[in-house]
């Protein structure tokens, strides 16, 4: 999920390799053999595992079979995906996989789960990658932000914006990139890097809340960032910047930790790690006023959500369950009323989507 601020999530991983080690013998399975079809009508599931466990997987969930084929990458491939996968994304025919702590962005055929491409980025921790003109653009938490052709798979240049880079996406021509500082405790980031692609610089460094890590445009008009704060004195704070003046013009009180985006619906979510209490709620972005407290409506229970998305197809909300983080998460679609239409359990810590249709 984001995911969370790396440098907290890294910390409690450590503290969990014990209680690991003990439950893989009942959540372990094997890979599960892919069909001969491609993957078409169904959703891509990224595991991001546990730090220093390199156990990372794929997942694809059969929207008609209404099946899961487990760990798809090291079925197909034969080797597995990584230490920590944080962000999984399709642009064209392609899947875009981004594996932290083994800093490598893993290229495959969006169709047949077959690797293309295995980019190394050594040292450079990368964390999320967005899309704009043909190029790839992944956030790196050594500060630079890279920029890779698609076409070739060429790195084209290297950009520092800032303290530990983490949420990036474009928005009117331009991209938006959150300075975390994520793993300096006491002196966190509090920039988003304002970046022409053409030119390749930072043409502004707009000032937001401490921790800064998830982007999201709406549209061309707005992005909308989550800053984690400082875990204690400073809540998580949700903002928003206007992608044609470049200025923060709003900062909501509401604590977000994660946020999806749908048209005019915002889905946020937010968790307290000291109570493990969490809450789900719908956004309308047009009247920026709060349409329920609680999106779910039928009772469903998420303990720890990690992941929210939105399918563009269908408009069903997608949320993952980590639980307590030691064994295997749940995925969830609900309908746009905040109804279950199903749930399956996919691997270790589900933190990242991406649809097929």
């Known amino acids: 999920m984001l995911s969370f601020d790396f440098f907290r999530k890294s910390a409690r991983r450590l503290t969990l390799v014990a209680a690991v080690a003990l439950c893989l013998a009942s959540c372990g399975r094997e890979p599960a053999k892919p069909s001969q079809s ?20 794929l997942s694809f969930y059969d929207l008609d079979k209404k099946t899961l084929t487990y760990d798809v990458f090291t079925s197909v491939n034969k080797r597995g995906l990584g230490d920590i996968g944080n962000d999984l994304q399709r642009y064209g ?34 964390r999320h990658i967005a899309f704009l003109g043909g190029k790839a653009y992944i956030s790196c938490f050594d500060g630079d932000v ?78 909308y960032v989550v800053s984690n704060g400082n875990y204690s004195t400073v809540p998580f704070t949700l903002q928003k910047i206007n992608c044609h003046t470049d200025k923060l013009e709003k900062t909501f009180d509401i604590e977000a930790l994660n946020i999806a985006i749908h048209g005019e619906k915002a889905y946020i ?9 969490s809450w789900i709620k719908v956004m309308n972005l047009a009247t920026e006023e709060l349409e329920t407290e609680s999106f779910i409506t039928d009772g469903t229970k998420i303990k720890t959500p990690y992941m929210i ?6 408009g069903d909300v997608w949320i993952s369950d980590v639980g307590n983080y030691t064994a295997n998460g749940d995925v969830y679609c609900f309908d746009r009323n905040g109804r279950k239409k199903l749930s399956f359990e996919a691997g270790l810590c589900p933190s990242s989507i991406c649809f097929m249709k």
């Open 269 to 277: 979510y937010s968790y307290n790690y000291s109570t493990q209490e």
């Open 93 to 126: 025919g392609r899947l875009y996989c981004v594996v932290n702590n083994s800093n490598i962005v893993e290229v495959m055929n969006a169709a047949t789960a077959k690797s293309l491409k295995t980019i190394s980025l050594p040292g450079k921790q990368p």
């Open 146 to 223: 890279v920029k890779i052709d698609t076409a070739t798979f060429a790195i084209e240049g290297m950009l520092h914006t800032g303290p530990n880079p983490d949420g990036i996406c474009a928005c009117n021509g331009k991209l938006y990139v959150a300075n975390s500082g994520g793993l300096n405790t006491h002196n966190y980031g509090n920039t988003v890097s304002v970046v022409d692609p053409g030119s390749f610089t930072v043409t502004k460094d707009i000032t937001v809340e401490i921790n800064p890590t998830r982007i999201r445009n709406h549209g061309n008009d707005y992005i």
């Open 38 to 57: 491609a993957f078409s009508n169904g959703v891509f599931i990224l595991n991001e595992g546990l730090l220093h466990q390199n156990n990372s997987t």
């Open 309 to 314: 998305e939105v399918n563009p197809s269908s």
